[in-house]
């Protein structure tokens, strides 16, 4: 090397690595979650309240927990790390489909009387597969790069600000798709736009009032796996 090339600069891949105590437990609680969420997806749930009626799924009830998580994992272990592990639950939600739909095509021993309602179910349906699956790589990649953005563009400060700011463009995008791509065309336009504006408002509503908490998360991560 001549006196006046730079030095070569060692990849990222071969720096040292940091150990973190509880990254594997919240890959394990964010891909958990958003498994037990496709299931719950499944069963439409509606709320009359006289005057009108919200229309949304079963995965409403955890699947904002998987934004509160992946917050998380940006946040303290990087938008790199973050998006291994969005992919990592991107392939197992692949797996459970595909495992799901050997189970419904295996032929039922003559004890089982419940094929028909597992495929009700748990039944491999390639529209809400498809809508599930882009829907959530598409929110939360947008969710971790936004949040990455703007912490890099504005510094540290205002945690709330890359907290809500990531999850108004994750959760849009997320909703958006789902819904359209599974039921555009099957519902109704009014039961669809409810659907839309119900599920993106309720998953927002959720991670405002749970902001506190996401702050007290963060600040415990922070502490115990001793980063500034």
Same mark, same amino acid.
């Given at each position: 090397?001549?006196?006046?090339?730079?030095?070569?600069?060692?990849?990222?891949?071969?720096?040292?690595?940091?150990?973190?105590?509880?990254? @594997?437990?919240?890959?394990?609680?964010?891909?958990?979650?958003?498994?037990?969420?496709?299931?719950?997806? %499944?069963?439409?749930? /509606?709320?009359?309240?006289?005057? $009108?009626?919200?229309?949304?799924?079963?995965?409403?009830?955890?699947?904002?927990?998987?934004?509160?998580?992946? @917050?998380?994992?940006?946040?303290?272990?990087?938008?790199?790390? *973050?998006?291994?592990?969005?992919?990592?639950?991107?392939?197992?939600?692949?797996?459970?489909?595909?495992?799901?739909?050997?189970?419904?095509?295996?032929?039922?021993?003559?004890?089982?009387?419940?094929? /028909?309602?597992?495929?009700?179910?748990?039944?491999?349906?390639?529209?809400?597969? *498809? *809508?599930?699956?882009?829907?959530?790589?598409?929110?939360?990649?947008?969710?971790?790069?936004?949040?990455?953005?703007?912490?890099?563009?504005?510094?540290?400060?205002?945690?709330?600000?890359?907290?809500?700011?990531?999850?108004?463009?994750?959760?849009?995008? @997320? %909703?958006?798709? $789902?819904?359209?791509?599974?039921?555009?065309?099957?519902?109704?336009?009014?039961? $669809?736009?409810?659907?839309?504006?119900?599920?993106?408002?309720?998953?927002?509503?959720?991670?405002?009032?749970?902001?506190?908490?996401?702050?007290?998360?963060? *600040?415990?991560?922070?502490?115990?796996?001793?980063? @500034?």
């Amino acid at each position: 090397m001549s006196a006046t090339e730079a030095p070569e600069t060692v990849p990222d891949d071969h720096a040292p690595q940091v150990r973190y105590r509880y990254f @594997d437990l919240v890959v394990a609680a964010f891909v958990g979650l958003l498994l037990i969420s496709n299931v719950a997806a %499944t069963k439409s749930i /509606e709320l009359d309240f006289n005057l $009108f009626a919200l229309v949304a799924d079963g995965g409403a009830i955890c699947f904002p927990m998987t934004y509160i998580l992946g @917050d998380v994992l940006t946040e303290i272990y990087g938008l790199r790390r *973050a998006r291994r592990v969005i992919f990592t639950g991107f392939a197992l939600s692949i797996l459970a489909a595909l495992v799901f739909l050997a189970v419904q095509s295996a032929p039922p021993s003559a004890s089982y009387e419940n094929q /028909e309602a597992f495929e009700a179910v748990l039944g491999f349906v390639p529209r809400i597969v *498809a *809508a599930s699956l882009i829907g959530y790589v598409a929110g939360q990649l947008l969710n971790a790069t936004v949040l990455a953005w703007i912490k890099q563009r504005f510094g540290p400060r205002r945690l709330w600000v890359r907290l809500l700011g990531s999850t108004l463009v994750g959760e849009l995008a @997320d %909703t958006a798709l $789902f819904c359209t791509i599974a039921f555009a065309g099957v519902m109704g336009r009014g039961e $669809f736009l409810n659907y839309i504006v119900t599920g993106y408002v309720y998953k927002c509503t959720v991670e405002l009032v749970l902001l506190p908490v996401t702050y007290r998360v963060i *600040a415990w991560f922070r502490r115990h796996e001793q980063l @500034d």
